[in-house]
């Protein structure tokens, strides 16, 4: 992606779009004839060579649920998890029916016990091809049940930085709840995860990774995923095109926007959607949060293959704790605490005590 991205910390703030002049057209409908023609490739738009984006990438194993950026994305993804959770003919999986009921639940439910079943199949595949290899190296060594579980924990170590603290034990009670509600509530999201994880173990259980199926393990990657995540949110290339058009010069722009005017209108305010999605980097993940940080996070140009970056906002003197914002850091103190009650803290930063 060739576009200027920007990564919040959870909750944190979207991007603000940019204005742009939309006044001037008055022709909201953009013909179906010259839609289809766009899609079709028979019309190209002034200057859109300069926007190319890659071709999508279906996945390998023939499902139709992941797409990729690139060919090298697409099997990397199927060699690191995606084998396991793929619904297409290809899939590795032991049981589709389970699986597309524990796809389904986790899109009806919360899509974050897809991204955990992700972590749970990524160690299943890597301690499986580490003991491969084991046993490539020394072929004639009789391997053990705690030589598996050796590679289980190698391979679970990536992870092991962000597993903090059980999902329904740090989750905030809903502002509509009281405390009257608590345990109930807590018993209710915990028998979610619950149900979830049967529908998993239905799907890709095997005995010898039995301890990656606990609902301890599983209720500690979702809280992982929910109280580490950041925001991830990229400028759409469909905003930047239209900028682009908005500061050409002269006869350039007139030009241009005969053909680009209706497109805009007939967008209204789609034009300036950011595509959103949230991502797990375990350095981040080790920053506490301040409301006046002295830290940001961000996916720059140059942050390439889910790379991210913590970028210093101001001069840090030696010693200094290093800290980022999960919150829109510019909300009123009340606001602030509300967002920070997922954490399960209160900010006693410089601002909120002075706010406070
Ligand atoms: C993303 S982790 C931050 C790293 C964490 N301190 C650790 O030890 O790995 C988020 C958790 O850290 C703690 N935390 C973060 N910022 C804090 C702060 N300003 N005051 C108190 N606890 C904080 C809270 O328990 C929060 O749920």
Same mark, same amino acid.
């Given at each position: 992606?060739?576009?200027?991205?920007? *990564?919040?910390?959870?909750?944190?703030?979207?991007?603000?779009?940019?204005?742009?002049?939309?006044?001037?057209?008055?022709?909201?409908?953009?013909?179906?004839?010259?839609?289809?023609?766009?899609?079709?490739?028979?019309?190209? *738009?002034?200057?859109?060579? *300069?926007?190319?984006?890659?071709?999508?990438?279906?996945?390998?194993?023939?499902?139709?649920?992941?797409?990729?950026?690139?060919?090298? #994305?697409?099997?990397?993804?199927?060699?690191?998890?995606?084998?396991? *959770?793929?619904?297409?003919?290809?899939?590795? !999986?032991?049981?589709?029916?389970?699986?597309?009921?524990?796809?389904?639940?986790?899109?009806?439910?919360?899509?974050?016990?897809?991204?955990?079943?992700?972590?749970?199949?990524?160690?299943?595949?890597?301690?499986?091809?580490?003991?491969?290899?084991?046993?490539?190296?020394?072929?004639?060594? !009789?391997?053990? /049940?705690?030589?598996?579980?050796?590679?289980?924990?190698?391979?679970?170590?990536?992870?092991?930085?962000?597993?903090?603290?059980?999902?329904?034990?740090?989750?905030?009670?809903?502002?509509?709840?009281?405390?009257?509600?608590?345990?109930?509530?807590?018993?209710?999201?915990?028998?979610?995860?619950?149900?979830?994880?049967?529908?998993?173990?239905?799907?890709?259980?095997?005995?010898?990774?039995?301890?990656?199926? /606990?609902?301890?393990?599983?209720?500690?990657?979702?809280?992982?995923?929910?109280?580490?995540?950041?925001?991830?949110?990229?400028?759409?290339?469909?905003?930047?095109?239209?900028?682009?058009?908005?500061?050409?010069?002269?006869?350039?722009?007139?030009?241009?926007?005969?053909?680009?005017?209706?497109?805009?209108?007939?967008?209204?305010?789609?034009?300036?959607?950011?595509?959103?999605?949230?991502?797990?980097?375990?350095?981040?993940? #080790?920053?506490?949060?301040?409301?006046?940080?002295?830290?940001?996070?961000?996916?720059?140009?140059?942050?390439?293959?889910?790379?991210?970056?913590?970028?210093?906002?101001?001069?840090?003197?030696?010693?200094?704790?290093?800290?980022?914002?999960?919150?829109?850091?510019?909300?009123?103190?009340?606001?602030?605490?509300?967002?920070?009650?997922?954490?399960?803290?209160? #900010?006693?930063?410089?601002?909120?005590?002075?706010?406070?």
């Amino acid at each position: 992606m060739t576009h200027i991205t920007d *990564l919040n910390s959870c909750a944190g703030n979207l991007k603000t779009p940019r204005n742009i002049d939309k006044e001037k057209g008055s022709n909201e409908d953009l013909s179906s004839n010259a839609a289809e023609s766009l899609i079709n490739g028979n019309i190209q *738009l002034p200057f859109s060579s *300069l926007f190319s984006l890659p071709a999508v990438v279906f996945c390998i194993g023939g499902c139709e649920d992941e797409f990729f950026c690139s060919e090298k #994305c697409a099997k990397a993804a199927w060699e690191s998890y995606h084998s396991l *959770l793929c619904s297409g003919p290809k899939s590795l !999986c032991k049981d589709k029916d389970f699986l597309c009921k524990f796809i389904h639940h986790a899109n009806e439910t919360n899509d974050i016990f897809l991204v955990a079943a992700k972590v749970i199949s990524s160690t299943i595949l890597k301690a499986s091809s580490l003991e491969q290899l084991k046993h490539k190296n020394d072929p004639k060594k !009789c391997y053990t /049940s705690e030589d598996c579980i050796n590679c289980l924990l190698e391979a679970w170590e990536p992870f092991s930085m962000g597993f903090k603290r059980l999902w329904w034990d740090s989750i905030a009670l809903p502002i509509d709840l009281g405390a009257d509600d608590e345990i109930g509530f807590r018993n209710e999201i915990k028998e979610l995860a619950s149900h979830s994880l049967k529908l998993l173990k239905g799907a890709i259980f095997e005995e010898k990774y039995a301890p990656l199926f /606990s609902l301890q393990v599983y209720g500690h990657v979702i809280g992982m995923f929910e109280l580490n995540n950041l925001d991830l949110v990229v400028a759409s290339p469909v905003e930047d095109y239209f900028i682009y058009i908005d500061e050409l010069d002269g006869k350039e722009k007139v030009e241009a926007e005969k053909f680009t005017r209706p497109l805009l209108d007939a967008l209204g305010d789609d034009y300036n959607v950011p595509c959103e999605g949230t991502a797990f980097f375990p350095v981040q993940s #080790c920053a506490n949060h301040s409301c006046v940080p002295n830290m940001k996070a961000f996916k720059r140009d140059e942050d390439k293959d889910g790379q991210a970056v913590l970028l210093a906002t101001r001069p840090i003197q030696f010693g200094e704790e290093l800290t980022i914002s999960y919150i829109d850091e510019d909300a009123s103190w009340e606001e602030r605490k509300a967002l920070l009650k997922d954490y399960g803290f209160i #900010c006693m930063c410089p601002k909120c005590i002075k706010e406070s």
